[in-house]
C-alpha cells in the first residue's frame, strides 16, 4: 500500500470525565504495568482515496469498530510499545521513536497494513502527552508513561484480502517495572512443544498474533512457577529465540555480550541494538551476535564463562534472568546474576533515557517542555 504522507491537524476534544486528581496520584504511586489507562486516546483513519485523516484526540474509550472488520477476523493488526520519560526540570522526552515508527511499518507491510511515517508517528505522542502531561509519573523507581501505537484493519468483508481502510491509535498508561528487576531475577520456562517463530513467517512482526500463540506456553510456564516463556528455533529446537515479550543477551566473564543473531525470527528490539551499542562504545565490549544454543547456555553457566544472563525490552527495560526450568532439566542462574555489567549497562540505559547522562547519539526526542 502506498501511503500519503502529509501530517494532518490533530482535532482535541477533551475529556468531560477526568479521572480525578485523586484516583490519578493513586495510579502514579503504583503504577504497575498495563492496567490503567490515560484520560486520552488518539486515533487516525486511513483511506486510499483520503490517505491519513480524521485525526483526533479524543476522551478514552471504546473504540467503533465493525465486527465484520479485518482487524477482528483475520487478526490484520500490529502494535508498538514506546516509552514517555519525564526529566528532572520536569520536561517529557521520547527515545529512539523513528525506530519504532519503522518498525510498524515493517510490521504493517507485513500484513499488508499502512502505519505513519516518522513525522505523524512523533505528532501523535506529542499530541498524547499534550492532552495527558499530568499521567507521565515522576522518575522515581524507574516510572515511565508507556504508549501503545496500533493499527488495526477496520473494512468489513468475510473474504480474506486486505482491507481497504485503516485506523492507527494510540493508548497510554502509567508503567513501573514489568516483570523482574535488578534484585528480582525472572524464572523462564523453556517451550519445548511451542514455537514462536519460524523462517519466513511472523517473528519480525510485531502482531497480536505472535503473542496470542504463545499464550499457551505462557499458561505452562505459570503452572511451573515461571513469569516469561523461552522459544526456540522451529527448525532444530535448538537454538535460544527470545522471551515472550524481551530479548535475550549473555556476558561472558571474559567481557563479551553475546546475543542471538536476528536470523528473520526474532523481533528487532530497540532495546537490543541500544545496548549492543552501549556496551561496544561505552564499556567496551566485545559484542556477539550469533546463535546459541542451550546446551551453550547449560555448559556455561556450569563453567562459570557465561556470568550473567538477562532480558531486556522496552516494558522490562533490563532485567536478570534466574533458573531457566524445562521438562527434564534446569539450568540454574549464572554465577553473577544481576551482576556488574547487568548493573552498567542498565545504569547507562536509563541514565540516558532519564537525562541524567548525556545523550551523545541524538537518541531522546523531546515531546514536551
Ligand atoms: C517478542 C519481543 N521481543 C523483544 C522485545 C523487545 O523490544 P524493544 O526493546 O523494542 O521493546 C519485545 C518488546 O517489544 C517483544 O515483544
Redesign the pocket.
Known sequence: MTSRNTVPSFEVETTSAPISDADRERALEQPGFGTQFTDHMITIDWSEEQGWHAARVQPFGPLPILPGASALQYGQQGF???KAYRHADGSVWTFRPE??AA?LRATAERFYLIAPDDALFVESLRSLVAVDHEWVPQPDGEKSLYLRPFIIGTEQFLGVRPSKTVTFGLIAGPSGIYVGGLGNPVNVWLSEEHV?ATIGGT?EA?CGG??AA?LGAHAEAKTNGCQQTLFLDAETRTYVE??????VLFVTSDGHLVTPDLSGT?????????LLQIAAEDLGMTVEERRVSVTEWRERVADGSFSEVFA?????VITPIGTLKARNFDIPPARHTGGEVTQALKERLTGIQYGHIEDTRGWMVKLRD
Open positions: 508498538e510499545g514506546i525506530r519504532n518498525r514462536r517473528g510485531k505472535n503473542y504463545g527470545e522471551f515472550t515479550s524481551m530479548n526474532i523481533l528487532h528490539g530497540i532495546t537490543r541494538a541500544s531486556c525490552g522496552t516494558a522490562a
